[in-house]
């Protein structure tokens, strides 16, 4: 009965998210999701560390205590690509 009632709390409940933006690439990630805060900060460390190895750079932080994201990887344009022109 206990998990019962454990399982449809958690049917209810609202996730914890890290999310991580980088500038280079420029990007943001969201990893999740976490039964609770304290969770999602215990892992952070990790996801920095394999974001360094593959090359990140400026990488900032946030927990995020909401829904599942509609995308858990946003690649972002920059100012620079955008205002470039083509020739035609």
């Known amino acids: 009965m206990k998990n019962f009632f454990g399982n449809l ?3 209810f409940s609202t996730p914890w998210w890290v999310k991580i933006t980088t500038a280079e690439p420029h990007c943001i990630y969201y990893f ?3 039964d609770s805060e304290t969770e999602a900060i ?3 460390p990790g996801y920095i560390e394999d974001l360094q190895q ?3 750079q400026q990488i900032q932080t946030s927990l995020q205590h909401s829904s599942e994201p ?3 990887t946003i690649e972002l344009e920059t100012a620079m690509q955008s205002s470039v022109m083509m020739p035609v």
């Open 9 to 11: 709390f958690g049917l």
């Open 32 to 34: 999740g999701p976490f």
């Open 42 to 44: 215990q892992a952070q």
């Open 54 to 56: 593959e090359g990140a």
């Open 70 to 72: 509609d995308e858990l």
